[in-house]
């Protein structure tokens, strides 16, 4: 009679033993699991209401996606960026659409950011307002910069870039104050090859324009809207030379495309039937051109500047250090005249330079 309770109190023994020993290696497992997916989710996945929070900056992801990387305006964005990344010790990963009517291409770009699980996107926006709502939403989510062009939506965390209002009225400005407005009835002509219709600020640089222009001698005869290509640029300074014969065209403004391209061809003409080449932003090919004389005038809004100053913005956000919301560099008028003031370095990528994609830590 006595070993019945001995052998009921080993078999409770036993029991307790084996169930705390369950519940031990249960909870080291539930504790093993919430650091592996607190340390591998991006910063945005755990944040607690605080403007930003990423550990360190060695374990940041930056996710950029751009309109394209044809041409020296935006290699030179991504010099500046890939550089300043490499700096500050984080991750870039950088996607291009291909081209301003890539746009849903863009998009699922964006969507490959989240996959890649970006702290942070900053988004070389194709168009102004067709993503907008959807950008809007997105912030929610991940903290998005606008970058360059600019998003008509005001609801992303913060930008960096120039208006492109401001890069057509800058240009307009430098032609009103060449030539003022006047009584006369005898204005000077100015064709107008801003790039895509919809992309890339088009609309918002020709609106400036037009508005600088109003008390100058100059007005616009001609507006044709193109990709941002050799091909299609060709054909419309083409086009737009055979309305204009016999010296009735006194410049030729727009993209840094179309300007390099409208050296060549306007060569062919006799000299004195040359109309003058402005561009409204800069590329390597446009500064040779001024550093020739070929080019009058260009604009710079500091394209390595732009791009540093762009990840700067992220990263600090990030950091929770103190950030400007929207900012953007100084916008520079280049002419001959100039260029020995020019800070080329903080514009151009260097002339060897070929697109980075992807910079780790």
């Given at each position: 009679?006595?070993?019945?309770?001995?052998?009921?109190?080993?078999?409770?023994?036993?029991?307790?033993?084996?169930?705390?020993?369950?519940?031990?290696?249960?909870?080291?497992?539930?504790?093993?699991?919430?650091?592996?997916?607190?340390?591998?989710?991006?910063?945005?996945?755990?944040?607690?209401?605080?403007?930003?929070?990423?550990?360190?900056?060695?374990?940041?992801?930056?996710?950029?996606?751009?309109?394209?990387?044809?041409?020296?305006?935006?290699?030179?964005?991504?010099?500046?960026?890939?550089?300043?990344?490499?700096?500050?010790?984080?991750?870039?990963?950088?996607?291009?659409?291909?081209?301003?009517?890539?746009?849903?291409?863009?998009?699922?770009?964006?969507?490959?950011?989240?996959?890649?699980?970006?702290?942070?996107?900053?988004?070389?926006?194709?168009?102004?307002?067709?993503?907008?709502?959807?950008?809007?939403?997105?912030?929610?989510?991940?903290?998005?910069?606008?970058?360059?062009?600019?998003?008509?939506?005001?609801?992303?965390?913060?930008?960096?870039?120039?208006?492109?209002?401001?890069?057509?009225?800058?240009?307009?400005?430098?032609?009103?104050?060449?030539?003022?407005?006047?009584?006369?009835?005898?204005?000077?002509?100015?064709?107008?090859?801003?790039?895509?219709?919809?992309?890339?600020?088009?609309?918002?640089?020709?609106?400036?324009?037009?508005?600088?222009?109003?008390?100058?001698?100059?007005?616009?005869?001609?507006?044709?809207?193109?990709?941002?290509?050799?091909?299609?640029?060709?054909?419309?300074?083409?086009?737009?030379?055979?309305?204009?014969?016999?010296?009735?065209?006194?410049?030729?403004?727009?993209?840094?495309?179309?300007?390099?391209?409208?050296?060549?061809?306007?060569?062919?003409?006799?000299?004195?039937?040359?109309?003058q080449i402005v561009s409204h932003y800069l590329s390597?090919?446009?500064?040779?051109?001024?550093?020739?004389?070929?080019?009058?005038?260009?604009?710079?809004?500091?394209?390595?500047?732009?791009?540093a100053m762009a990840i700067d913005q992220a990263v600090?956000?990030?950091?929770?250090?103190?950030?400007?919301?929207?900012?953007?560099?100084?916008?520079?008028t280049v002419t001959k005249d100039l260029l020995t003031?020019?800070?080329?370095?903080?514009?151009?990528?260097?002339?060897?330079?070929?697109?980075?994609?992807?910079?780790?830590?």
């Open positions: 009679m006595t070993k019945q309770p001995l052998r009921a109190n080993i078999t409770y023994s036993v029991v307790t033993f084996i169930v705390k020993s369950i519940m031990k290696s249960l909870f080291l497992f539930i504790t093993l699991l919430f650091i592996t997916l607190r340390f591998s989710l991006p910063a945005w996945a755990t944040d607690n209401g605080s403007k930003g929070s990423v550990q360190s900056q060695d374990t940041m992801r930056l996710c950029a996606v751009y309109p394209h990387l044809k041409d020296s305006y935006w290699l030179s964005i991504n010099f500046g960026m890939t550089e300043r990344a490499k700096q500050r010790g984080i991750s870039l990963k950088v996607l291009e659409a291909g081209g301003y009517q890539n746009r849903h291409e863009q998009w699922a770009q964006i969507q490959q950011c989240l996959t890649w699980q970006a702290d942070a996107i900053l988004v070389g926006a194709i168009y102004y307002d067709q993503f907008s709502s959807k950008l809007t939403t997105l912030n929610n989510t991940v903290p998005l910069f606008g970058l360059v062009n600019e998003i008509s939506t005001p609801n992303l965390t913060a930008s960096t870039g120039v208006s492109w209002y401001q890069m057509g009225e800058n240009l307009g400005q430098y032609l009103s104050r060449k030539h003022p407005k006047t009584a006369s009835n005898t204005k000077l002509k100015l064709a107008w090859l801003p790039g895509p219709k919809s992309g890339g600020g088009s609309e918002q640089a020709t609106q400036g324009l037009k508005d600088a222009l109003i008390n100058s001698d100059v007005e616009i005869v001609s507006i044709k809207h193109g990709l941002n290509n050799k091909m299609r640029q060709f054909s419309l300074i083409n086009e737009t030379l055979a309305e204009f014969k016999d010296n009735e065209l006194d410049y030729l403004a727009g993209n840094a495309i179309m300007a390099e391209m409208a050296i060549n061809e306007l060569g062919k003409l006799e000299k004195n039937k040359r109309p390597h090919g446009v500064y040779r051109g001024i550093k020739r004389g070929k080019i009058l005038m260009a604009n710079s809004d500091q394209m390595v500047l732009q791009g600090d956000y990030l950091l929770t250090k103190t950030y400007i919301s929207n900012q953007g560099p100084e916008i520079l003031q020019f800070p080329t370095a903080q514009s151009l990528s260097p002339s060897n330079f070929k697109p980075i994609y992807s910079v780790n830590p």
